[in-house]
């Protein structure tokens, strides 16, 4: 199994980026998937989860309303777009996938990417 981060880059304050997921090996339908990034001498944080479903989003407080997590189960990839990017928001992006629902910030994820970085400048 392998997930694939891709899409990273750099962009301007308030500028947009999206960033996809895609697995070989697994079936994203069957899984919910997480980003998560990490910043320069900080601790990764979680950003956005998708249920299994895709019907449930939850999101972090700092990108809520400026990111949207979305499935694409055809692809079989998981999307983030980002947008009212700010400067705040460079790190290394990266997504997770896990084959149960709940507690998208504590569970422990079965797969994880590679990471894919973004940098965003004032």
């Not at 956005?48 to 979305?70: C, Q």
Request: charged share 20%.
């Amino acid at each position: 199994v392998q997930l694939q981060a891709s899409g990273g880059g750099w962009a301007q304050a308030g500028e947009s980026l999206r960033l996809s997921c895609a697995a070989s090996g697994l079936t994203f339908r069957d899984y919910a998937v997480a980003w998560f990034r990490q910043a320069p001498g900080k601790e990764r944080e979680f950003v956005a989860h998708i249920s299994k479903s895709g019907s449930m989003m939850d999101y972090e407080d700092p990108v809520k309303g400026r990111f949207t997590i979305s499935k694409d189960n055809a692809k079989n990839t998981v999307d983030l777009q980002m947008s009212s990017l700010n400067p705040r928001d460079t790190a290394v992006y990266f997504c997770a996938a896990k084959n149960k629902d709940g507690r998208p910030r504590t569970a422990t994820y079965d797969y994880w990417g590679q990471g894919t970085l973004v940098t965003v400048s004032s």
